[in-house]
């Protein structure tokens, strides 16, 4: 890996976050796990930080700490009932309003972004590879950019680089991305599916979340029962 300028200690780089911080984080597969990791660590020392991101598939260190306040737009089961108790702010958003809502002019600006990368190139280019979405328009509008390199993150072609002098600093990543592990479907789920393809006419485009596997699997198995039908997975 080619070291990049101004390479800190996580430590070092959380020096960086002030109290009253609001912060916005890379979600999915490129949550920087290191970073926050490193942020936990000055529970009790920091106090009123605002943490915000989308969906995300690995563990919230934050959760339950005194210093950091939680706010999403993209619930998970297991935040559902925190959201309901008062203890996670729920911010009703449309996805293609996140990256406006987070600029310095939008309606909450952010003082910090944490974001996952590739190593830089020769040129000095990095990668947000797999989670580029609102976390690259907002970082290139941002004045203090902590980036966690990992080997792990691919350099993804289209609009996901950012140059390392528009970064603050990078720190080393200490944890593998994240993945999105599927659930085993309920039978209640696959009853609800059982009703929900008789309304889904052949030759449709199905668009399920992530909790939509049993739909899909119950359309599938009865394409399979019909001459000249197919379900296609179109991911």
């Not at 911010?91 to 293609?96: E, G, H, M």
């Not at 350099?155 to 999105?180: D, K, L, M």
Request: aromatic share 8%.
């Amino acid at each position: 890996m080619q070291a990049p300028v101004k390479l800190l200690k996580p430590s070092d780089a959380m020096r960086l976050i002030r109290s009253g911080d609001r912060i916005l984080f890379s979600c999915h597969c490129g949550e920087p796990l290191t970073l926050l990791d490193a942020l936990v660590q000055r529970e009790g020392e920091l106090k009123g930080v605002q943490l915000i991101s989308g969906l995300l598939f690995g563990p919230f260190p934050f959760l339950n700490k005194s210093s950091f306040r939680f706010m999403t737009w993209q619930s998970v089961p297991s935040l559902g009932k925190m959201i309901a108790e008062g203890k996670v702010d729920f911010l009703p958003l449309r996805y293609s309003q996140t990256a406006n809502t987070f600029l310095p002019e939008g309606t909450l600006p952010v003082d910090a972004v944490f974001i996952r990368v590739s190593p830089p190139d020769n040129r000095g280019y990095c990668s947000i590879g797999l989670s580029p979405s609102y976390s690259l328009p907002v970082s290139l509008r941002t004045k203090t950019v902590i980036a966690e390199i990992s080997e792990d993150i691919p350099r993804s072609p289209g609009n996901t680089f950012i140059h390392e002098s528009q970064v603050t600093c990078f720190v080393e990543s200490a944890f593998p991305p994240t993945e999105y592990r599927t659930h085993d479907i309920t039978e209640e789920e696959q009853r609800v599916a059982s009703y929900v393809v008789e309304l889904v006419e052949d030759g449709s485009t199905v668009r399920a979340g992530h909790r939509g596997h049993s739909l899909c699997r119950d359309k599938a198995s009865r394409d399979q029962e019909k001459p000249g039908h197919s379900f296609r997975d179109g991911q």
